[in-house]
Nanobody
Framework: QAQVVESGGGLVQPGGSLRLSCASSAATDSITTAAWYRQAPGDQRELVASISTGGTTNYADSVRGRFVISRDNAKNTVSLQMNSLKPEDTAVYYC???????????????WGQGTQVTVSS
């Protein structure tokens, strides 16, 4: 059964950059639409960025101009490039993806386990 696997979190100083990646654990399944969410302690989970199958992107106002979501269909991955990071970007980041089975008949939504991003000096 497909799962969503994230990587790339860590500790970075303010103004620094990190790149998160999201992939399906089943190589034969395809990520269609995908999004990154984040949740800071005591806060609700919020949408950070999303990307459609065709590559249309959408960003939260708080990250627009600093974060870039992209997809590599050949590698079946979705990435989030985070630049000019601020302490308020500190959160657990989650990938959410709609994954299509190889026969094209089964589309299911999955959440990743989350990856911690900490922005601190």
């Amino acid at each position: 059964q497909a799962q969503v696997v994230e990587s790339g979190g860590g500790l970075v100083q303010p103004g620094g950059s990190l790149r998160l990646s999201c992939a399906s654990s089943a190589a034969t399944d395809s990520i269609t639409t995908a999004a990154w969410y984040r949740q800071a302690p005591g806060d609700q989970r919020e949408l950070v960025a999303s990307i459609s199958t065709g590559g249309t992107t959408n960003y939260a106002d708080s990250v627009r101009g600093r974060f870039v979501i992209s997809r590599d269909n050949a590698k079946n991955t979705v990435s989030l490039q985070m630049n000019s990071l601020k302490p308020e970007d500190t959160a657990v980041y989650y990938c959410n993806a709609d994954i299509l089975s190889p026969n094209g008949k089964d589309l299911q939504n999955y959440w990743g386990q989350g990856t911690q991003v900490t922005v601190s000096s």
